[in-house]
């Protein structure tokens, strides 16, 4: 254990992030844990068993003598892509299970919480196991994001649009007048260095040569989207790549996720319910396609990842997941961890794009420009939005 580090900070740290998993879930009814509308969609409460699952698969069975897991089943049902662990559950399945129950589920993190907090105050910690820790908090949240994501597609495709929650949550900033911002061409550096965690697919900082560019200062408006919509950007074949395309015809695309033209107006469903469309807020769950064909009809272009990184000390960030033109791919000398840990991100680096920044769901701490967030070009139930460059 770092010698500025102390057993209490790491409980602490522990149950911190462990209880916010749980706030996140507290207004859900019963029947909301068990739902899953679509494949990429997982249920809350296999969320909640999967989180604990790692700790228990990767902390305390191998390292905590004695330890007896909550149930050999569980290994099965809350692996999640891990074929070093072996089989599981196919992911369009995870919403089959009625069982294990909720009340179940947390059972069980109360039982391997438990486990985890005498584990930490052991002499069984070890700087290895330390290290494995931490980034098992940082799963834990990454998936408190994919909870607040998963819950809004879940209850934003009930025909009721019922709320999240009633209160306000929404921390929408709104967008004042866009200004580019230019850059020379030269040598930079990208890559995470210095103290604390990151994942090893921001590892290792290298050199890269960029060309002159401009970036934008501000995401792109609702308002502008509009406009975009309003021109016939989703019937205009030219501003699209030809899979993107295809996309837009098999899916009769027409607006971003959650938007519903009702009586006149523009309403989209939120987390507070359904409202209309705020024209000065960031435009929101858009995918890559939409995003590059929108750059496309402004006459201007998505950022690759090294030049958001280079230009982001210069704006503000953090509200939007903000696509990239740039593919999913290892930094130079990247390397797996051995066994099961280095599936975690090495193993997706195809048929990805980068994301970087954060969004209104990312949990606090969990954010840095070095981040390398990647999903499918298809997918935009995350948070996502867009910043233009050229």
Do not use: A, Q, V, W
């Given at each position: 254990m770092t010698p500025e580090i102390t057993t209490s900070d790491l409980v602490k740290r522990y149950t911190s992030i462990r209880k916010?998993?749980?706030?996140?879930?507290a207004p859900l009814e019963i029947e909301d844990y068990v739902v899953q509308p679509i494949v990429d969609v997982s249920p809350p409460k296999w969320h909640l068993g999967h989180t604990t699952w790692f700790f228990e698969t990767f902390i305390l069975e191998p390292n905590f003598p004695d330890y007896k897991v909550f149930d050999p089943q569980y290994n099965f049902v809350f692996n999640s892509y891990y074929e070093t662990i072996g089989a599981r559950v196919i992911r369009t399945d995870r919403g089959n299970l009625?069982?294990?129950?909720v009340s179940d589920i947390y059972k069980y993190r109360n039982y391997v919480d438990d486990h985890m907090k005498a584990f930490l105050e052991s002499k069984f910690l070890t700087e290895d196991v330390e290290s494995l820790l931490e980034l098992g908090l940082n799963h834990e949240q990454q998936h408190q994001e994919l909870l607040i994501t998963d819950i809004k597609y879940i209850l934003g495709h009930n025909p009721l649009f019922p709320a999240y929650k009633k209160e306000s949550i929404s921390k929408?900033?709104?967008?004042?007048?866009?200004?580019?911002?230019?850059?020379?061409e030269g040598v930079y550096e990208i890559g995470f260095d210095g103290e604390g965690f990151c994942f090893d697919n921001e590892l290792g900082r290298h050199k890269v040569f960029l060309n002159d560019f401009e970036i934008a200062d501000q995401l792109v408006t609702n308002r502008e989207y509009l406009q975009f919509m309003e021109a016939g950007g989703y019937s205009d074949f030219k501003h699209w790549h030809a899979e993107g395309w295809d996309w837009v015809k098999q899916n009769n695309a027409q607006s971003p996720l959650y938007w519903h033209?009702?009586?006149g107006k523009w309403m989209h469903y939120t987390l507070n319910g359904l409202q209309e469309v705020d024209p000065d807020e960031a435009v929101c769950h858009i995918n890559f396609y939409e995003a590059s064909a929108f750059a496309s009809w402004k006459e201007m272009r998505l950022p690759t990842e090294a030049e958001w990184e280079v230009a982001s000390v210069h704006f503000e960030w953090g509200n939007r997941w903000e696509w990239t033109n740039s593919a999913?791919?290892?930094?130079?000398?990247?390397k797996k961890e051995a066994g099961a840990v280095g599936e975690y991100n090495g193993k997706f680096m195809v048929n990805q794009t980068v994301l970087r920044g954060a969004s209104d769901a990312t949990p606090p701490g969990h954010s840095r420009n070095?981040?390398?967030n990647f999903f499918q070009t298809s997918l935009k139930w995350q948070l996502t939005g867009i910043r233009l460059a050229q």
């Open positions: 916010y998993s749980e706030e996140i879930c009625s069982r294990p129950s929408n900033k709104k967008i004042e007048h866009p200004h580019m911002i230019r850059f020379s033209h009702i009586d999913y791919l290892p930094y130079p000398g990247f070095t981040y390398r």
